[in-house]
């Protein structure tokens, strides 16, 4: 049922480069706490053949530091100061990974940063329309639930607007998921996350990982730990930043799935797309299984018939939180000027 997957290493000989073509990458947010990993981790894939990275300061020591890693690649950095620095960083993008914005501190919740990270993603989605119409653009600034109806409500102003290009990257949700199962069982298995991505609307699919007993008890502290394992590292950091590294490296095998479709591999992803499963309910957006290709999204695949009640249960849940934020984003910028 699920495509494996390998992980993104930091060698280049790591990714097979059969098939390959010419992608150029863009990041905009590219000098931040997820912007330079992620950076670095684009810089070591062999499908990428340019990097055009983006922000407000410091852009152009990051792309000279990546830029010695030794894959072929050309790596350009721009700044804000920049004359057409943000067009430079996007034309002939085929990907865009838009990790900019604020990241929690302890307390916050990913809604907690709308009100600055909404107008960042709004201006970027705009720049992106504009500049490279065509390209995937890969969202990660929080709140993602409403960021994605935000840069969707853009592109269609915009009169650009595709469904199957805009993607709400939910993958740290799947590595986390699998990783503490791997903890359990002694092995990494591919564990599918559907919703969302904050708290509740993140639902971890247990029951679809063969062989796998967990007891009520497990199961529910697994699905809080995957809802709110972002507040763990939060904690940790005690105020000097979020989970960068990890979404960095979520980020990167994301992008580098759509890379491998666009190359001609079948894949099999989750990600917070554009979709009508939940149109009789009033939901526009859902992360779940997707199919890409060449062109972003080649089919949506619903939810397993096999869930189970409790995990019904938990998509039930989600549907209201998921509607809220869905309307804020675009609310958002049906009243920007």
Partial sequence: MFASRNAIKLAARAFSTSGASQSKVAVLGAAGGIGQPLSLLLKANPRVTEL?????????????????VNTLSKVEGYTAKDQDGLKKALQGAELVVIPAGVPRKPGMTRDDLFNTNAGIVRDLAQACAEHCPTAKLLIISNPVNSTVPIATEVFKKAGVYDPKKIFGVTSLDLVRASRFI??????IVDVPVVGGHA???IIPLFSQVEGLSLSGEE?????HRVQFGGDEVVQAKDGLGSATLSMA?????????LLRAASGENVLEWAFIRTDLFKNEGLEFFSTYVKLDSQGVKEILPLPESLTDYEKELVNKA????KKSETKGTSFVANSQ
């Fill in 52 to 68: 055009g990275l983006y922000d407000i300061v410091n852009t152009p020591g990051v792309a000279a530091d990546v830029g010695h």
């Fill in 182 to 187: 791997g903890d359990k069982i002694g092995k």
């Fill in 199 to 201: 708290g509740i609307t």
């Fill in 219 to 223: 199961r529910d502290a697994l699905t």
């Fill in 249 to 257: 490296y979520a980020g990167a095998r994301f992008a580098d799935s």
């Fill in 319 to 322: 549907i209201p939180e998921l």
